[in-house]
């Protein structure tokens, strides 16, 4: 869940550089994994998703990986333009989905 | 075609007052889900509604929040005595079966308690 108070991590990339996002996930139940880009005054839109008997899923320009023996989610954007900068979130699934705190890309022109 | 729509975008209340935010998710979309985003957080879970079975309203903060969903379609999130800390967006999103597929999310509604 979502820690109350905190910032949003970010991360500035210039532009055409990867850019990385981590994501940490809570539950070993969960099954399904997506990763949601959020621009301002806009509901989330799906990128890219990923079920548990996977480790990589390439997308246009993204890749997720996903690490279960530590839990762990990323999204890497290749050649990242100045349209990627938004809040990007992680989620996962068991019985319900959840989302993470999110993380703010800036990029950088 | 036609996405999750939500309305109104923008809702402004005074404190004590009832709200009702109203959802119309995608056709044929089994599996409804209803979030609260406060400014700068992430998406906080509220309701979740899958068929005919009842409701997942765990993330449900207080009494004061009830949501219903008519004829497997439309869903109506409803806020009584509304209180500041209610202020936030509330987005709702929708997808065709129960679980391992992607939601759809709408635009959500900025609610503001005065």
């Known amino acids: 869940g979502e820690s109350v108070g905190l910032h949003l991590p970010t991360l500035s990339v210039q532009e055409g550089d990867n850019s990385i996002i981590n994501c940490a996930y809570s539950?070993?139940?969960?099954?399904?994994f997506i990763w949601y880009k959020q621009e301002s005054g806009k509901g989330p839109q799906f990128i890219i998703d990923?079920?548990?008997?996977?480790d990589k899923r390439q997308g246009q320009r993204v890749t997720v990986l996903l690490n279960k023996t530590v839990k762990h989610l990323s999204l890497q954007i290749a050649a990242t333009q100045p349209g990627d900068s938004a809040v990007y979130f992680c989620?996962?699934?068991?019985?319900?989905?959840?989302f993470g705190t999110g993380t703010r890309l800036t990029v950088i022109p | 075609g036609a996405g999750v729509s939500q309305s109104p975008s923008n809702k402004v209340t005074e404190k004590g007052k009832d709200v009702e935010l109203r959802c119309d998710p995608i056709?044929?979309?089994?599996?409804l889900y209803w979030y609260r985003q406060s400014l700068g957080q992430g998406l906080e879970f509220l309701i979740y509604?899958?068929?005919?079975?009842?409701?997942?309203k765990s993330g449900l903060p207080s009494d004061r929040f009830s949501a219903e969903r008519t004829g497997g379609s439309v869903s109506t999130l409803t806020i009584q005595r509304t209180q500041q800390e209610d202020s936030a967006v509330y987005l709702c999103?929708?997808?065709?079966?129960?679980?391992?597929?992607?939601?759809?999310f709408g635009s959500g509604t900025q609610l503001s308690v005065l």
């Open positions: 539950n070993s139940a969960s099954d399904y």
């Open positions: 509604f899958q068929g005919n079975s009842a409701p997942d």
């Open positions: 056709s044929g979309h089994t599996a």
């Open positions: 990923i079920r548990s008997n996977m």
């Open positions: 989620a996962e699934e068991a019985n319900n989905l959840f």
């Open positions: 999103a929708s997808r065709e079966g129960a679980g391992d597929e992607k939601l759809f």
